[in-house]
């Protein structure tokens, strides 16, 4: 414990351990008063440049193979810090921000390093795409956007279209061949249906189709998002700098809040207030007017449990429901994929398509627990 006469806090051991470096780099950045500071991206390097590596080291965290993930060093009358990405298999690239005394300070740092790194690329491998996961940070009594980029593969939509019934395959369909140029009005994407019915693979597929003219955004908790005036700002203002090119030109931003139905639902403002107004505005509002967002909203509620100005005629630009495969469906598709099993009269989702296939085993001590969700 800690103690002086205005104030009181407790340090517990495990506190300082798991921020160890952040520690040391928030002491070093307040004992220097540095006002100043830049952030850049560069492709990567496997060893940084020896114009680089001989400045004095203060900090580093490494991973568990004893490569360097962060690390922190002098620079002049500044700092540095260097963060690596490898993704395997995919982008990989250097991060760096630097803190200075001076304005000028600051842009000879940065030209400097723009000298010694390569410069950064967004080319993926085929077959990848990158996505921004967004998560509340606690920042000086408030909320305030953190992303991670991570990028995934995802198929195309042709690879994967057959494991959707009739009733919505030829809906998704059409949504992934939109396109920025003929992009309606509406702002805002409802897909509804069973754990297991295959929104999450769509949504991959709709990222690969949509690459060209959209970036991807996942809000990791909701919750804050919608509840937190000052987070929901912050982030959008974040997601657009995303989509920002060097020469102004501004992609779309896809935000995608899965498994988000209590938001949309018809006791929403009981719950969490003017978390539906708040939508609302985004996507059809002066609040969003001017900025290219969409949003999409994943949900296992029924639509008669959803609030009537979410799914009103008109309000969504796409408002799906994925459906169970009927018996029929569900033979073929199984028939399709070399597997002949009896089935009950009872409509399958794709989920238990595969695990009647056996394309993937569970080890299990326990009976299957009853389904949430829609009730049929």
């Not at 540095?34 to 680089?52: D, E, M, Q, R, W």
């Not at 929104?199 to 909701?222: G, N, Q, S």
């Amino acid at each position: 414990m800690t103690s002086n006469n205005s104030f009181t806090f407790n340090i517990e051991p495990y506190d300082l351990y798991g921020s160890f470096y952040e520690s040391i780099v928030g002491l070093e950045l307040a004992r220097r008063a540095l006002h100043h500071t830049f952030y850049g991206c560069f492709g990567y390097v496997p060893n940084l440049p020896s114009a680089i590596d001989q400045r004095e080291l203060i900090a580093s965290e490494l991973d568990r193979k004893g490569r360097v993930l962060r690390e922190l060093r002098v620079w002049d009358k500044g700092l540095v810090e260097i963060k690596f990405t490898r993704t395997p298999e995919t982008r990989r690239y250097i991060e760096a921000w630097g803190y200075f005394d001076s304005k000028e300070d600051a842009v000879g740092g940065l030209s400097f390093l723009n000298k010694s790194l390569p410069p950064e690329t967004t080319q993926l491998c085929d077959g990848t795409v990158s996505v921004s996961f967004w998560n509340a940070a606690m920042v000086r009594g408030d909320y305030q956007p953190r992303r991670e980029a991570q990028t995934m593969r995802v198929p195309q939509w042709q690879e994967i279209a057959a494991n959707y019934p009739d009733r919505v395959r030829a809906e998704l369909a059409h949504t992934m061949r939109l396109r920025e140029s003929r992009m309606p009005a509406s702002r805002m994407m409802l897909w509804r249906g069973l754990p297991g019915t295959g929104k999450t693979w769509a949504i991959r597929a709709m990222m690969r189709e949509w690459l060209d003219w959209c970036t991807f955004h996942y809000v990791v908790d909701p919750a804050v998002f919608f509840t937190n005036s000052t987070y929901m700002l912050s982030l959008l203002s974040r997601v657009s700098e995303v989509g920002q090119s060097e020469d102004g030109d501004r992609k779309w931003s896809l935000i995608i809040l899965e498994d988000s139905g209590e938001f949309i639902a018809m006791d929403s403002r009981q719950q969490y207030g003017q978390a539906l107004a708040k939508l609302l505005n985004l996507c059809d509002g002066l609040l969003g007017q001017g900025q290219k967002l969409l949003f999409l909203i994943t949900t296992n509620e029924e639509v008669q449990n959803l609030h009537p100005a979410i799914v009103r005629q008109g309000r969504c630009l796409t408002n799906l429901e994925f459906p169970e495969f009927s018996n029929s469906e569900a033979r073929r598709w199984l028939e399709c994929h070399g597997h002949s099993a009896s089935l009950s009269s009872k409509s399958l989702t794709l989920s238990d398509l595969f695990a009647t296939a056996g394309s993937g085993e569970s080890i299990v001590n326990v009976a299957p627990l009853k389904r949430a969700g829609f009730i049929r």
